[in-house]
């Protein structure tokens, strides 16, 4: 039809101001009732890459201390929530002992809570911690509990990271509160 023709009918080729408004408040509902949807995903998704992460650098470890046939040493900073491999000393440079390789934050929110070795009788009571991967592919023995904490500060997800001292297989699980066994 024509506009002319359209006209004379009394038809309107466009849409009235209440429709539009109808439309904008179905709109606004609709995303108002998804973001908590949409911000549990997001947290979720934080949470599986940092433990990934996490995961990818003890496996890297591990895997650095078969094919170089060496120690790898890891090490977990708790004043800073930072971890990494220990870089190999270099002969007649003790301070290049001290560097860090692969240091990497958790996000903000993520915190080491504590770090437990089965097999040694004393308690770590440093700032940081030390655990070794061996070049036939054994492990020390550990289980290290990372928090995650919301907003408010509230205890949000506890995430246990095991480290299996016969074959250096490294898992992870998120600890739910009636959960007296970690693995």
């Known amino acids: 039809m024509r506009?002319?023709?359209?006209?004379?009918?009394?038809?309107?080729?466009?849409?009235?101001?209440?429709?539009?408004?109808?439309?904008?408040?179905?709109?606004?509902?609709?995303t108002a009732l998804s973001i908590p949807t949409f911000m549990e995903f997001y947290r979720d998704n934080e949470a599986r890459q940092?433990?990934?992460?996490?995961?990818?650098?003890?496996?890297?470890?591990?895997?650095?201390s078969i094919f170089k046939r060496k120690i790898r040493t890891v090490g977990i900073d708790f004043e800073t929530d930072t971890y990494y491999v220990k870089a190999d000393p270099v002969p007649g440079y003790s301070w290049l002992e001290l560097k860090k390789r692969h240091q990497t934050p958790l996000p903000e929110g993520f915190e080491f809570q504590s770090i437990y070795?089965?097999?040694?009788?004393?308690?770590?009571?440093?700032?940081?911690?030390?655990?070794?991967?061996?070049?036939?592919?054994?492990?020390?023995?550990?289980?290290?509990?990372?928090?995650?904490?919301?907003?408010?500060?509230?205890?949000?997800?506890?995430?246990?990271?095991?480290?299996?001292?016969?074959?250096?297989?490294?898992?992870?699980?998120?600890?739910?509160?009636d959960e007296d066994r970690y693995f």
Do not use: C
């Open 3 to 30: 506009a002319k023709e359209r006209r004379a009918r009394g038809g309107s080729a466009g849409f009235t101001l209440a429709e539009l408004l109808v439309v904008l408040v179905i709109l606004g509902v609709m």
């Open 50 to 64: 940092t433990t990934e992460q996490l995961t990818q650098v003890l496996r890297f470890a591990h895997q650095e």
């Open 117 to 177: 070795f089965p097999n040694r009788e004393e308690e770590e009571d440093s700032d940081e911690a030390f655990f070794n991967f061996y070049p036939d592919g054994t492990a020390e023995p550990v289980r290290i509990t990372i928090d995650r904490f919301d907003n408010r500060g509230r205890l949000q997800n506890r995430y246990i990271v095991r480290i299996n001292g016969v074959t250096g297989k490294i898992r992870v699980k998120e600890k739910k509160d």
